[in-house]
């Protein structure tokens, strides 16, 4: 099975500052990486997918890159909505794995 | 655009089975592919396994196989999850959720949306 390392666990920010945020594949996944948000009590929200492409309505201070097994989710200017925990997720092949999350509160 | 219902809360005892369904509304189930992903309480996110129209076939984790089921009654757009030999690690929020499809595309095991989410407890 492929293992996603998100990092760092917890990252705390102020508003308006920019957060990155890694996930590290256990193997070459090429660009079949995809980035959810989750806020408590909701179901996640599709952010990026195929690494670098932001899903429908996204704005545009989201942005991933990477390929191979390094992945960066990118969020510039944050906002007091974007304080939540933040997944990847492969689909390279079975079985789809998650990384643990990185959870991104106020500072 | 797509939308998915899950069924209520359930409480159930260990050793005992749960079916979990997820309704569908703004599109054939014939043509989605709907997954299962779970949460445990202040975990992280684990995908369980799914069903693929287009092969009719059912793939699921190896760590839930045996016990998983997904099936799919089309009548009713309803596809319905059920989870066997229940231990309180099975404690958790499961979601459904189908591939995520921008325009006439749609990109098979990027998950959007979701269902609502059904807690199911598993306690004696």
């Known amino acids: 099975d492929i293992v996603l390392t998100q990092s760092p666990a917890t990252l705390s920010l102020s508003s308006g500052e920019r957060a990155t945020l890694s996930c590290r594949a256990s193997?070459?996944?090429?660009?079949?990486l995809a980035w959810y948000q989750q806020k408590p009590g909701q179901a996640p929200r599709l952010l990026i997918f195929d690494a670098s492409h932001r899903a429908t309505a996204i704005p545009a201070r989201f942005s991933g890159s990477g390929s191979g097994a390094d992945f960066t989710l990118t969020i510039s200017n944050l906002g007091p909505e974007d304080f939540a925990v933040y997944y990847c997720?492969?689909?390279?092949?079975?079985?789809?794995?998650f990384g643990g999350g990185t959870r991104v509160e106020i500072k | 655009q797509v939308q998915l219902v899950q069924s209520g809360a359930e409480v159930k005892k260990p050793g005992a089975s749960v079916k979990v369904s997820c309704q569908v509304s703004?599109?054939?189930?014939?043509?989605?592919?709907i997954h299962w992903v779970r949460q445990a309480p202040g975990k992280g996110l684990e995908w369980m396994g799914g069903f693929d129209p287009e092969d009719g076939e059912s793939i699921s984790s190896q760590k839930f196989q045996g016990r998983l089921t997904v099936t799919v009654d089309t009548s009713s757009d309803t596809t319905y999850m059920e989870l066997t030999s229940l231990t309180s690690d099975d404690t958790a929020v499961y979601y459904c959720?189908?591939?995520?499809?921008?325009?006439?595309?749609?990109?098979?095991?990027?998950?959007?949306?979701w269902g609502q989410g059904t807690l199911v407890t598993v306690s004696s």
């Open positions: 703004g599109y054939s189930l014939i043509e989605l592919s």
């Open positions: 959720a189908t591939h995520y499809c921008s325009g006439d595309r749609c990109f098979a095991n990027y998950f959007d949306p």
């Open positions: 997720q492969h689909r390279n092949n079975w079985p789809l794995t």
């Open positions: 193997q070459s996944i090429g660009t079949s």
